[in-house]
Structure formats: C-alpha cells, structure tokens
C-alpha cells in the first residue's frame, strides 16, 4: 500500500504547518482560551479561507473532496498546536452525521455553510447514565401531529455551547438499550425549550451539557431515518476517534521533541542531563511509541470508510487501544523527564497529557476497547 501523501496534500500540509507556526504559539493560544467564546475566530475564518473545513465534502457542496487520510494530516498538525476551534465537532463530528445520514436538501442547505465557516456543528449523543454503551439513550422524542416533542439531557458535547446547530440523538421508540428506535434530529440553538451549560475542560477545550424541556421540533428536523440512527452513530463516533487518534499523534510526536530539547539544555551537575544512559532509553522508547501510534492513527483512517462495519469496528478498537497506550506513556514519560517544571500550568508540555487523556476517555477507554475486541475472539 501507497502510503506517500500526493501533490494536494503536500501542499495542504505545509499550509496549515504554516498558519498554526505563526498564529498558535503557547502564549497565543492562552490568550485565545481567555477569549469569551474560549477560541480564535480570525483563526476559523482562516481555516475556511485554506480549505479545510470543506476537506471530507464533496465538490458539489463546495467541498475538497477528501478523505479521512487528509482529515487526518490536519489533525495532527492541530493535535502539535493544541488547537481551540470546534473543527471535531463541526467537521468531523455533526458533518458526518449530515454526509452519511442527510437528505439532498439537508447536505445541499448545510454543507456549503460548514465548508465556508458560517455554521458550527455539535454532536450531542452522549449521556451521562451511559457511560461508553453507544445504544443507552434515554432523551426522548414523541410524535406531535407531523412534528415531534424532545425531552432529556446530553453530556459532554464538544463545543456545544457555540454551536449554531445541534445534532441530537433520541430515543422514538424500544427500551432503553435497544439498538432499534433511535432517530438524529437538527435542532437550532435558539429552539425554545433548549438549554446550555458550558464550561472548558481540563485540556483547555470547550464543551457544554445540553437539557431539552418540550423542544417542539418539525418534521424536517429529523436527520436519516426515524428509528434507525444506530448505524450513523456507530459511524460518527468511528470517524471521530480516527480525527483524534490523530490529533493525539500530533500531540505525542510534539511532547517527544519538546523533551529532547529539555534533555540536550538542562545542565545538571555540569552537563546535560541527556547524556545519562537511562535517559536517553527513555526518550528513545518515547520515540517507539510514537511511531507505534502513528501506525495505529493511519488504521483508523484507513478504516473510516471501509464498508464492512464489523472490520471497520475492530481496527478502529484496536486503534483506540493503541494509541490510547502509547500517547499515556509518551505524554506522561515528557511530564517526568521534565521534572517539577512539566507539572506546572505555565509550560507547554503538560497540557499535551491533558489532551491526550481526553482522548483516551473519550467514546470507550483502552479497557473499555479491549474488551470489545476480546469479545469477538471469544
């Protein structure tokens, strides 16, 4: 397998290299956390100007046409930087749900809007009661004439609480559990009866709980097919662990050059404390790590748009579980190497830990995935 980058995405990669080296310095982008809505806005207005939130769109929506390869070279120049914008959330996240579960209409009115950064998405499926169990929704979702009537609560939604349109998941019909009878619905942030909490996590990043009270919705706000939503779901979350694999990549390969610089600089005893054997072992076993990682974050996006759901299921696990290992020894093995100065908020190379344990967390832990995966060989 080919795995060069082409002439396009040469060119792409060296664009956002370019922007994020001179726009996302650590003390720039702890300004941008201040910022009320906790991002750059300039900076998204020039992520539309270079392409990049049209990458996995097609052409006739005003999109690059990409895959999950190119969404991939993006987040890991975002995961070095500890990029801010809500690009999972809006890109990855709510325009898969559109692209895989849409209507022509709905991906004709939205998509362009994506691609030209007027509209920001939010994924809203998680709930706190559920834990990792994808199909445990408990927010319902009740026939009103043509219409339908939302009420329940989702939890940790990425950048929820800037998002122009929701992407909500409800239960219209089964049990709690079940896999049947679940139905995606659009919902307007302003929609009466819909309430935000936002907050920033501990990595710096924005995400909001979201409540529903008698959110009275449109026949035309159903997203796919009402009460087979299931398979949409299994695949946005599935796209958004490869973009996060990814920007994990990215983080660990930037906490590993951080470190070495630290061990070729920091004189003690009169002498760089690089040149102690047991350090450099470390360091080089941070090195393994991250290419192990970096194999992994490529099966993921290889996989995103493999068309057998059980493949597609166990290699991106095992992905999750790969990458999940290698980016917790890489960004805490950086904290240690530094000593008392990478535990402090001041310095660049914690925050990457931060990072990359919410990805570890995020959609099913390395435990959670192994036992998915031990389940199958059973």
């Known amino acids: 397998m080919d795995f060069d980058l082409t002439e396009d995405q040469r060119l792409l990669n060296d664009s956002v290299g370019r922007l994020l080296a001179d726009r996302y310095a650590f003390d720039a982008r702890r300004g941008y956390i201040k910022s009320p809505q906790g991002w750059s806005q300039d900076l998204w207005d020039k992520y539309a100007e270079l392409g990049l939130l049209g990458l996995p769109f097609a052409e006739d929506y005003g999109g690059f046409g990409g895959n999950a390869v190119d969404i991939m070279m993006v987040m890991e120049a975002f995961g070095r930087n500890l990029v801010l914008e809500p690009y ?12 895989y579960a849409g209507n022509e209409a709905q991906k004709g009115e939205l998509l362009p809007q994506i691609v030209d950064g007027s509209l920001k998405l939010a ?8 834990r990792y169990d994808l199909s445990d929704v408990m927010t319902t979702a009740t026939k009103d004439g043509s219409g339908w009537i939302l009420e329940g609560a989702k939890s940790v939604v990425f950048h929820g609480d800037c998002a122009d349109t929701l992407v909500v998941s409800a239960r219209t019909s089964g049990d709690r559990m ?14 009466p009866g819909l309430a935000r909490r936002g907050y920033a996590m501990r990595d710096g990043t924005r995400a909001a709980e979201i409540s529903l009270s008698s959110v009275k919705l449109g026949a035309d706000a159903v997203l796919g097919t009402v009460g087979d939503a299931m398979a949409v779901i299994e695949r946005v979350t599935q796209a958004g662990i490869a973009a996060m694999a990814a920007e994990a990549v990215g983080a660990c390969e930037a906490a590993h050059a951080m470190t070495l610089e630290y061990l070729r600089t920091r004189v003690q005893f009169g002498r760089p404390i690089g040149q102690n054997q047991v350090l450099q072992h470390k360091a080089a076993d941070m090195l393994i790590e991250v290419e192990q990682a970096r194999s992994m974050a490529m099966l993921a ?60 967390h995020m959609w099913g832990d390395s435990a959670y995935h192994l036992g998915l995966l031990a389940d199958q060989v059973a």
């Open 123 to 130: 994924w809203a499926h998680s709930e706190q009661q559920a």
């Open 301 to 360: 996006a290889m996989m995103v748009d493999e068309n057998d759901p059980a493949e597609r299921s166990r290699n991106i696990s095992m992905a999750k579980v790969g990458v999940g290992q290698s980016g917790r020894f890489v960004t805490q093995a950086a904290v240690q190497l530094h000593g008392g100065i990478g535990m402090t908020e001041e310095y660049q190379v914690g925050h990457y830990f931060r990072r990359v344990m919410v990805f570890e």
């Open 88 to 99: 999972l959330a809006t890109v990855v996240l709510g325009g898969s749900a559109i692209k």
């Open 178 to 191: 079940d896999k049947a009878g679940v139905t995606l619905f659009l919902i307007p942030a302003g929609t």
